[in-house]
């Protein structure tokens, strides 16, 4: 989990990271596998094995024009193993994927302050859509849900 806690304060999020890890493991490796890991490990130099450092996680979604595509929804490496070239390595791995599964395209979203990561993306030919199409990205909590969902109304009443 240190690992999410990581990107967690990399984002200036802190206060944002809920999951468990045992939510993690059912929704990553159960029965209705949500999501997809590529993991990036160091060797630890006290040979007590290997070391987490990164992650890059995805998952499937569907365009209504263009059908499957792959949205990546983080993908975090460790301040003391940056510049070293591994989120490349795990990015082209996530591209591969992408293709070898007939994705239409590989989306996702950048924070607007990540210089870092947007000078490296804008270097693979990727498209800004809010630059271009205007695109804006919302979010509903799960409070707001919650709330709308007992607001429910039918047809009948809409009518």
């Not at 690992?3 to 999020?13: P, S």
């Not at 890059?56 to 365009?63: D, E, V």
């Not at 795990?90 to 591969?96: A, P």
């Not at 000078?119 to 709330?147: A, C, P």
């Given at each position: ?43 630890d ?5 290997a ?80 630059e ?28």
């Amino acid at each position: 989990m240190a690992i999410y806690k990581g990107l967690a304060d990399y984002e200036n999020m802190s206060d944002q990271c809920k999951i468990t890890g045992e939510q993690l493991r059912k929704d990553g490796f159960g029965v209705n596998k949500l999501f997809h890991c590529i993991v990036c490990e160091a060797l630890d130099n006290k040979n007590e094995g290997a070391k987490l450092v990164g992650f890059c996680l995805s998952f499937f979604a569907y365009s209504t024009w263009e059908g499957k595509f792959l949205h990546m929804e983080d993908l975090y490496i460790h301040k003391d193993h940056r510049r070293k070239g591994l989120g490349t390595k795990m990015f082209h791995h996530l591209n591969k994927f992408a293709v070898e599964n007939d994705c239409c395209r590989l989306q996702f979203a950048v924070l607007n302050w990540n210089k870092p990561a947007i000078d490296f993306y804008n270097t693979l030919g990727v498209i800004n859509l809010t630059e271009k199409e205007g695109w804006n990205v919302y979010r509903m909590t799960s409070s707001v849900m919650q709330q709308l969902a007992g607001q429910l109304v039918t047809v009948d009443d809409a009518i």
